[in-house]
Protein backbone atom coordinates (compact mmCIF):
# COMPACT_ATOMS: atom_id res chain seq x y z
CA UNK A 1 0.00 0.00 0.00
CA UNK A 2 1.08 3.28 -0.79
CA UNK A 3 1.60 5.80 2.05
CA UNK A 4 3.52 8.70 0.70
CA UNK A 5 2.31 9.44 -2.81
CA UNK A 6 4.24 10.69 -5.47
CA UNK A 7 2.78 12.41 -8.35
CA UNK A 8 3.11 11.29 -11.60
CA UNK A 9 1.52 13.79 -13.45
CA UNK A 10 2.15 17.76 -14.36
CA UNK A 11 -1.43 18.77 -13.71
CA UNK A 12 -2.48 21.99 -11.70
CA UNK A 13 1.20 22.51 -11.34
CA UNK A 14 0.48 26.12 -11.53
CA UNK A 15 1.46 29.07 -9.44
CA UNK A 16 -2.36 29.82 -7.33
CA UNK A 17 -0.94 33.59 -7.28
CA UNK A 18 -0.09 33.39 -10.76
CA UNK A 19 -3.73 32.33 -11.75
CA UNK A 20 -5.42 34.60 -9.19
CA UNK A 21 -3.69 37.42 -11.66
CA UNK A 22 -4.29 35.74 -14.86
CA UNK A 23 -8.27 36.02 -13.82
CA UNK A 24 -8.08 39.46 -12.62
CA UNK A 25 -6.25 40.70 -15.51
CA UNK A 26 -9.24 38.54 -18.36
CA UNK A 27 -12.03 39.81 -15.69
CA UNK A 28 -10.70 43.55 -15.01
CA UNK A 29 -8.33 44.72 -17.61
CA UNK A 30 -10.29 43.06 -20.27
CA UNK A 31 -7.22 40.58 -21.23
CA UNK A 32 -7.43 37.65 -23.49
CA UNK A 33 -7.76 34.17 -22.78
CA UNK A 34 -4.59 33.27 -24.77
CA UNK A 35 -2.78 36.26 -23.67
CA UNK A 36 -3.25 36.19 -20.17
CA UNK A 37 -2.38 32.39 -20.37
CA UNK A 38 0.69 32.85 -21.99
CA UNK A 39 1.71 36.19 -19.67
CA UNK A 40 1.20 34.41 -15.94
CA UNK A 41 2.16 31.00 -17.29
CA UNK A 42 -1.21 28.87 -16.58
CA UNK A 43 -3.17 26.48 -18.94
CA UNK A 44 -6.02 28.42 -21.28
CA UNK A 45 -8.44 26.11 -20.38
CA UNK A 46 -8.45 25.79 -16.92
CA UNK A 47 -8.24 30.14 -17.05
CA UNK A 48 -11.40 30.25 -19.41
CA UNK A 49 -13.36 27.50 -16.81
CA UNK A 50 -12.15 29.64 -13.81
CA UNK A 51 -13.24 33.46 -15.16
CA UNK A 52 -16.55 31.58 -16.60
CA UNK A 53 -17.41 29.88 -13.44
CA UNK A 54 -17.65 26.62 -15.23
CA UNK A 55 -16.50 24.40 -12.45
CA UNK A 56 -18.53 23.52 -9.74
CA UNK A 57 -15.86 22.86 -7.25
CA UNK A 58 -12.89 24.93 -8.25
CA UNK A 59 -13.70 28.58 -7.45
CA UNK A 60 -10.70 31.55 -8.49
CA UNK A 61 -7.40 29.94 -7.79
CA UNK A 62 -8.80 26.91 -5.30
CA UNK A 63 -6.93 23.89 -6.92
CA UNK A 64 -9.37 20.64 -6.49
CA UNK A 65 -8.41 17.52 -7.69
CA UNK A 66 -11.47 14.81 -8.65
CA UNK A 67 -14.43 14.44 -6.44
CA UNK A 68 -11.75 14.36 -3.41
CA UNK A 69 -10.89 17.93 -2.09
CA UNK A 70 -6.59 18.16 -1.84
CA UNK A 71 -4.05 19.41 -0.17
CA UNK A 72 -1.60 20.82 -1.77
CA UNK A 73 1.83 20.68 -0.07
CA UNK A 74 4.63 23.08 -0.63
CA UNK A 75 6.10 20.33 -3.04
CA UNK A 76 2.53 20.33 -5.01
CA UNK A 77 1.99 16.98 -3.90
CA UNK A 78 -1.44 16.13 -3.14
CA UNK A 79 -3.00 14.67 -0.02
CA UNK A 80 -6.28 13.68 -0.64
CA UNK A 81 -9.14 13.77 2.47
CA UNK A 82 -12.01 13.05 3.33
CA UNK A 83 -13.61 14.74 5.78
CA UNK A 84 -12.94 18.63 6.51
CA UNK A 85 -10.59 20.11 9.67
CA UNK A 86 -13.61 20.30 11.46
CA UNK A 87 -14.91 16.84 11.18
CA UNK A 88 -11.94 15.15 11.53
CA UNK A 89 -11.36 17.29 14.62
CA UNK A 90 -15.02 16.08 16.51
CA UNK A 91 -13.65 12.58 15.69
CA UNK A 92 -10.60 13.66 18.05
CA UNK A 93 -12.28 14.48 20.27
CA UNK A 94 -14.53 11.73 20.41
CA UNK A 95 -11.57 9.30 20.41
CA UNK A 96 -10.02 10.96 23.29
CA UNK A 97 -13.40 11.29 25.28
CA UNK A 98 -13.56 7.65 25.19
CA UNK A 99 -10.05 7.32 25.92
CA UNK A 100 -10.79 9.09 29.16
CA UNK A 101 -13.51 6.69 30.19
CA UNK A 102 -11.42 3.90 29.87
CA UNK A 103 -13.24 2.59 26.30
CA UNK A 104 -10.28 2.29 24.26
CA UNK A 105 -10.72 2.51 20.35
CA UNK A 106 -8.80 0.34 17.91
CA UNK A 107 -7.53 0.52 14.57
CA UNK A 108 -10.38 -1.36 13.09
CA UNK A 109 -13.03 0.42 15.82
CA UNK A 110 -11.69 4.10 14.29
CA UNK A 111 -12.03 2.19 10.56
CA UNK A 112 -15.67 1.72 10.93
CA UNK A 113 -16.62 5.21 12.76
CA UNK A 114 -15.06 6.71 9.76
CA UNK A 115 -16.59 5.16 7.44
CA UNK A 116 -20.35 5.51 9.14
CA UNK A 117 -19.74 9.11 9.71
CA UNK A 118 -18.63 9.52 6.19
CA UNK A 119 -21.81 7.18 5.23
CA UNK A 120 -24.39 9.47 7.67
CA UNK A 121 -22.53 12.81 6.08
CA UNK A 122 -23.07 11.96 2.86
CA UNK A 123 -19.33 12.72 2.20
CA UNK A 124 -18.04 11.58 -1.21
CA UNK A 125 -15.19 8.27 -0.41
CA UNK A 126 -13.89 5.67 -1.72
CA UNK A 127 -13.97 3.73 1.57
CA UNK A 128 -15.01 -0.09 1.19
CA UNK A 129 -18.38 -0.46 0.90
CA UNK A 130 -18.70 -4.16 1.54
CA UNK A 131 -16.59 -4.11 5.20
CA UNK A 132 -18.03 -0.56 5.95
CA UNK A 133 -14.74 0.67 7.08
CA UNK A 134 -12.44 3.15 5.52
CA UNK A 135 -9.20 1.84 4.08
CA UNK A 136 -5.76 1.46 5.93
CA UNK A 137 -4.26 4.44 4.13
CA UNK A 138 -6.62 6.57 5.53
CA UNK A 139 -6.14 5.46 8.87
CA UNK A 140 -2.15 5.88 7.80
CA UNK A 141 -2.83 9.44 6.72
CA UNK A 142 -5.35 10.56 9.81
CA UNK A 143 -2.39 9.08 12.42
CA UNK A 144 0.34 11.07 10.70
CA UNK A 145 -2.47 14.32 10.98
CA UNK A 146 -3.02 13.29 14.76
CA UNK A 147 -0.22 11.48 16.46
CA UNK A 148 -2.28 12.53 19.74
CA UNK A 149 -4.19 9.49 19.44
CA UNK A 150 -3.35 6.02 20.54
CA UNK A 151 -4.44 3.18 19.54
CA UNK A 152 -5.01 -0.04 21.58
CA UNK A 153 -7.07 -2.80 23.02
CA UNK A 154 -9.85 -1.56 25.30
CA UNK A 155 -9.02 -2.20 29.54
CA UNK A 156 -11.31 -3.96 31.57
CA UNK A 157 -12.43 -1.75 34.43
CA UNK A 158 -14.73 -4.48 36.42
CA UNK A 159 -13.50 -3.97 40.31
CA UNK A 160 -12.51 -7.86 40.58
CA UNK A 161 -10.46 -7.37 37.32
CA UNK A 162 -8.70 -3.75 38.00
CA UNK A 163 -4.96 -3.91 36.48
CA UNK A 164 -4.06 -1.40 39.63
CA UNK A 165 -5.29 0.32 42.07
CA UNK A 166 -4.59 3.64 39.78
CA UNK A 167 -7.27 2.18 37.26
CA UNK A 168 -9.88 1.43 39.79
CA UNK A 169 -9.92 4.85 41.38
CA UNK A 170 -9.56 6.64 38.56
CA UNK A 171 -12.57 5.15 36.80
CA UNK A 172 -14.65 5.39 39.81
CA UNK A 173 -13.63 9.32 40.41
CA UNK A 174 -14.72 9.73 36.69
CA UNK A 175 -18.07 7.40 37.07
CA UNK A 176 -19.00 9.55 40.40
Known amino acids: ?32 YS ?25 GNKKVLGKFR ?13 FSEEQE ?7 LDLEVRFFGVTISDLRSLAYSLAKKNE ?11 AGLDWVAGFRN ?5 SFCRPLLCA ?3 AE ?5 SSFFQDVE
Not at 70 to 82: C, D, R, T, Y
Not at 123 to 133: A, D, L, Q, V, Y
Request: net charge positive; aromatic share 6%; with cysteine.
Open 89 to 95: AELVRHI
Open 35 to 59: TAAKMFSVPRNTLKRRVLGKNIDAK
Open 159 to 161: CQL
Open 145 to 149: RHPEI
Open 70 to 82: AVFSEEQEAELIV
Open 123 to 133: IPNNFNKETRM
Open 164 to 168: TSFHH
Open 1 to 32: MVYKYKRKSDQQTWDAGAMQRAIEAVTNDGMA
